[in-house]
C-alpha cells in the first residue's frame, strides 16, 4: 500500500525530495527510502544528482531528491 501512495505522489509532482513525501505520506524517511529502492529497481524513479540545497554538504539525506521515470 504505501508503495503504491510513494509511486502516485511521485508520478503526481514529478519530483520531490524523500522529506518531502515522508511529510506529506506521514512516515519516516527510512521508509520512503526503502520504498524508493525498489521503484528505483523497477526503472519506476531516479535519484537526483546532488542534494535539494545545492550540495553544501551538511544536509541530511531527507534532502536527496527523487523524480518520476514512469512506467
Known amino acids: ?31 520512503i527510502e526503502a520504498m524508493l529502492a525498489i521503484l ?8 537526483l544528482p546532488g542534494k535539494a540545497c545545492g550540495g553544501c554538504g551538511k544536509c541530511d539525506a531527507g534532502l536527496a531528491m527523487y523524480e518520476w521515470a514512469g512506467d
Not at 509511486?7 to 506529506?24: F, G, K, P, W
Not at 528505483?40 to 535519484?47: E, L
Open 1 to 31: 500500500m504505501i508503495l503504491t501512495r510513494v509511486s502516485d505522489t511521485l508520478r503526481e509532482r514529478r519530483r520531490a525530495s524523500v522529506s518531502d513525501l515522508a511529510r506529506s505520506l506521514e512516515t519516516t524517511p527510512e521508509v
Open 40 to 47: 528505483a529497481r523497477k526503472g519506476r524513479v531516479r535519484r
